[in-house]
């Protein structure tokens, strides 16, 4: 019955982490690819965010979207959703696109730049801006460290065109430059967290400083091409402009491409700027959490050393009230995106855009949703679904400890589930355990039947496991579902009254999903007691059928369920046991046991 008669399948409770065999990467990809079974990720708790997503663009929340899901230095997960441009004409989103990072420029542009400035001696976190800046007043006490944590008491941002509209005989960056440097702060440095793109912008300004270089140049040849990113950087040249989605439709009517959409940016800054203006893929944008995630390390390549990583994501001594790490979010109130079920260890930044990503170092993860909101208009917000996603991801997520608790034959099987046409609302579909996996081709014992029956039997598969791989099932809204589940969970020492909840959880689930769709629920068969091969469901044949009443009640109670009893029709009443001319084990049915099940659908099939 169970390829492991030791496996518990309470397990399954958790989310399924399968080992299946490695997909091939191509050679030139920047990440290594694999399945998500093979870093410990469920494929069907997965496609849930498909759905989510797929929802939200449905919904008029975003015109498109790619997700990215890297864990173990491998991209396990990369789809892309609905359309990168609506107008003027229709364009499809593909996993390529790049997009407009907007804030996601902060911690990848400016923020990792001042990490290895620090780590090569030019700078220290408790240096004055003024020391770099000497523009700025002697009596200033920000330092970087304040401009990092957003702990600085500048405004959260600059008023663009009061800005615009002073100076004339000096460039537009310089006028920003003498607004910050000559604004009033709101208060005192390390008083309270302002999240503010004058920080950044700051911090550009020391960068641009102490390099001789702009921060576009620097992030170009000392990060993102060392790495092998090739759509990763500010100012993105024309030929680049067919992958970019658009943003905001301006004035003109014209949207924009090309162009970073945040008005400081682009107006003030020129697109040049430490606040916003980065353009990048998912890909890539994950490739950069990698090296996060790696300690600093990409590709052979040391971009940071541990010790600048570790500082960089966490949050520094007597700043832990402001829930921000030296350029990410933690636990402020701008970290919603990081979810409900990261590790405390999480951190993570979102972007005007439509952008998020999340890192979680203890499940060495990182999750990453790039959406174009803000494209035709900017009327939506994504706060939500960025939380959702990342919760949906971090659930489809197990330790490394747990995946060698899975029973062989059930990776095996959710391999060939994959490999297989996805069902449909044509199919017919059997699920269970290896009593409906034994079955095989279960078409052949009905040959003029038009329809195709699938099988969805997992041996040692419990209710606990049908109700976790359900997505993968309802998600095709099958025609007509048949289940016999719980011969496993009696054998495992589960209360039969907790099977019939499980049972009853998946009904519900499936009749919510996919209501369309007619369950039978098949009584369990009896067993032989006598054969002895078996312990588990020794003195359990009374629970069998205890079972069985509860899954009766239950299909009475339901009126899309239709029960079948099939008990008394493979029972010995002599013996008061599994007929011995229809198993060779007391357990499993032979030829002749699978001809009468198959006799006894036949009226519902």
Not at 134 to 163: C, N
Not at 339 to 346: Q, V
Not at 364 to 372: C, I, Q
């Amino acid at each position: 019955m169970r390829c492991n008669q030791k496996w518990r399948l309470l397990l399954l409770l958790l989310p399924l982490t399968l080992n299946v065999i490695e997909l091939n990467a191509q050679q030139n990809t920047l990440l290594e690819r694999s399945s998500p079974e093979q870093v410990g990720l469920n494929r069907f708790v997965l496609q849930r965010a498909d759905r989510v997503i797929e929802q939200a663009i449905e919904d008029r929340q975003i015109p498109g979207a790619v997700l990215a899901v890297v864990r173990h230095d491998k991209l396990a997960y990369l789809q892309a959703y609905g359309n990168k441009r609506v107008v003027p004409s229709v364009e499809p989103m593909v996993e390529e696109t790049i997009f407009d990072l907007a804030s996601l420029s902060k911690p990848l542009g400016a923020g990792i730049t001042i990490m290895q400035l620090l780590e090569r001696g030019e700078i220290l976190l408790q240096d004055r801006v003024q020391r770099y800046l000497p523009e700025w007043s002697k009596d200033d006490r920000i330092t970087i460290r304040h401009l990092l944590t957003h702990t600085s008491g500048l405004p959260a941002y600059a008023p663009v065109q009061q800005v615009l509209n002073s100076d004339t005989t000096i460039s537009p960056p310089a006028r920003l430059y003498h607004y910050i440097a000559n604004c009033e702060r709101g208060s005192e440095p390390g008083e309270t967290m302002r999240y503010s793109c004058l920080n950044f912008i700051t911090l550009q300004y020391i960068v641009e400083k102490v390099t001789a270089m702009s921060l576009s140049e620097y992030t170009t040849e000392n990060i993102y091409r060392p790495m092998g990113l090739q759509n990763t950087g500010f100012l993105p040249p024309r030929e680049k402009y067919a992958q970019i989605a658009p943003t905001e439709v301006q004035e003109n009517g014209e949207a924009l491409l090309g162009e970073v959409h945040d008005p400081l940016a682009r107006r003030l800054n020129l697109g040049n700027s430490g606040n916003a203006g980065l353009f990048s893929s998912a890909e890539e944008v994950a490739a950069i959490a990698t090296m996060l995630l790696n300690g600093g390390k990409f590709r052979g390549v040391q971009l940071l050393s541990p010790a600048t990583v570790r500082a960089f994501t966490t949050i520094p001594r007597g700043y832990e009230e402001f829930g921000r790490t030296l350029g990410w979010d933690s636990y402020s109130a701008y970290s919603s995106n990081l979810g409900n079920l990261t590790s405390r260890l999480a951190y993570g930044h979102t972007g005007y855009t439509g952008t998020s990503i999340c890192i979680d170092p203890q499940e060495d993860m990182a999750v990453v949703l790039l959406t174009n909101r803000v494209h035709p208009k900017d009327s939506t917000s994504t706060i939500r679904l960025n939380a959702i996603v990342t919760n949906i991801v971090s659930a489809a997520a197990d330790s490394e400890e747990r995946l060698q608790r899975f029973s062989r034959c059930y990776s095996e099987r959710i391999n060939e589930f994959a490999a297989e046409e996805p069902i449909t609302s044509n199919d017919i579909v059997m699920c269970g355990n290896s009593l409906t996996e034994g079955g095989k081709e279960w078409n052949s014992y009905f040959p003029k039947l038009k329809q195709r029956i699938v099988n969805r039997g997992i041996s040692g598969d419990s209710s606990y496991g049908l109700l976790y791989r359900s997505d993968e099932i309802v998600t095709g809204k099958p025609g007509k579902l048949f289940i016999m589940i719980g011969i496993n969970d009696i054998a495992d020492g589960i209360p039969i009254e907790e099977v019939a909840t499980n049972i009853r959880y998946l009904t519900e689930y499936i009749g919510r999903m996919s209501p369309n769709t007619k369950i039978y629920l098949q009584s369990l068969l009896p067993v032989d007691e006598s054969y002895n091969r078996y312990r588990g469901l020794t003195g359990r044949s009374e629970d069998v059928a205890k079972l069985n009443n509860l899954i009766k009640e239950m299909a009475e109670e339901q009126p899309n369920i239709t029960y079948i009893e099939l008990y008394d029709h493979f029972l010995d009443k002599k013996s008061n046991a599994l007929r011995r001319d229809l198993t060779n084990d007391g357990l499993h049915l032979n030829k002749k046991g699978y001809k009468l099940w198959a006799k006894l659908l036949k009226p519902y099939i």
